[in-house]
């Protein structure tokens, strides 16, 4: 009985899953409609190609659809920006999963790592994947917070809270997207499907912390700072119409690098790595630090670890 019941089960769930997938057909369908309907010239120039409109889920996609795309990415990225770049698509590793420790007793606001990771991430200059907030001291009050705070930096009284994606183990932006174009992968790092995104936003609403970021427009990004080395899940240039966020860095960080914005930072704040083994920075500050999470009681299980020292 139980054996009957664990297959049905199974196979409701499998068909609620193409029944997803085929629902996202439709809406990328009503939606290209309507922006050839609706929007500008810009719009309509920019509409999906024939390739691009029927191209399937990135997890569906064999080596040689993904050889088609980087290499059609490639060429769009040298005629609209007038810049040679290759597409990667580094898989995770075995037996990693990443985590990010920040140490607010040695942040000092200086915003090095939201300068770094607008260039590492080819994200338009009018905003990055990182905020910082200025904070007063003895209180927690995020909402109290300010990102344009002016002048030298640290001021008295004050301390600074970065806040980026937390790559939560219980993601609700994944909960949230009707067309499961955004997923956690096995080393912990939430990535998005940009060719699958349709632009509708849920995920964005569903993220406490702020962390997505919608495109209202096509990104602007001076072609003498466009970073050519790029992930198709990560830093690759993204549409119009789509939402992004941080990804750790999953083009630098999959092959031992470490995430451009840690690189940047003057003060040792940042410290990234694998918690599965003992001997990273990570499972060492874990251990021994008074750790902690924001916003906790929602229980969206964050990778992204705060302390002070």
Not at 40 to 55: G, M, R
Not at 132 to 151: A, D, P, S
Not at 284 to 292: A, P
């Amino acid at each position: 009985m139980t054996t009957d019941r664990s297959k049905r089960n199974k196979l409701f769930l499998e068909k609620k899953l193409e029944e997803k997938i085929e629902r996202r057909t439709f809406l990328k369908g009503l939606a290209t409609g309507l922006g050839l309907a609706l929007f500008s010239p810009e719009k309509t120039a920019n509409a999906l190609s024939f390739d691009e409109f029927w191209q399937k889920h990135y997890k569906e996609l064999t080596p040689e659809d993904k050889k088609r795309i980087f290499e059609r990415i490639e060429k769009q990225t040298l005629e609209r920006h007038h810049t040679e770049v290759k597409i990667s698509d580094h898989r995770p590793m075995d037996g990693v999963e990443f985590v990010y420790c920040l140490n607010l007793s040695k942040c000092n606001g200086n915003r090095k790592c939201v300068e770094a990771c607008q260039k590492e991430n080819n994200t338009d200059r009018s905003f990055s994947y990182i905020k910082v907030l200025e904070m007063e001291n003895g209180g927690f009050n995020l909402e109290k917070g300010t990102t344009h705070y002016l002048g030298p930096v640290p001021k008295e009284g004050k301390f600074y809270l970065p806040v980026q994606c937390n790559q939560c183990d219980n993601p609700p932006c994944v909960k949230a997207c009707p067309v499961a174009a955004t997923w956690k992968e096995k080393d912990g790092i939430v990535v998005i499907d940009y060719d699958w995104c349709i632009g509708c936003r849920y995920c964005q609403a569903a993220c406490p912390y702020e962390a997505r970021h919608f495109n209202f427009r096509t990104p602007e990004i001076p072609e003498n700072e466009i970073n050519p080395d790029q992930g198709y899940l990560s830093n690759r240039i993204r549409p119009r119409g789509v939402v992004e966020k941080c990804t750790f860095c999953l083009h630098r960080t999959r092959v031992g690098k470490l995430p451009a914005c840690l690189e940047a930072c003057p003060t040792g704040a940042r410290k990234f790595g694998n918690i599965l083994d003992p001997e990273s920075d990570v499972a060492k500050i874990i251990k021994n630090e008074r750790v902690f999470v924001l916003k906790e009681e929602l229980n969206t299980l964050p990778r992204f670890y705060y302390f002070f020292s």
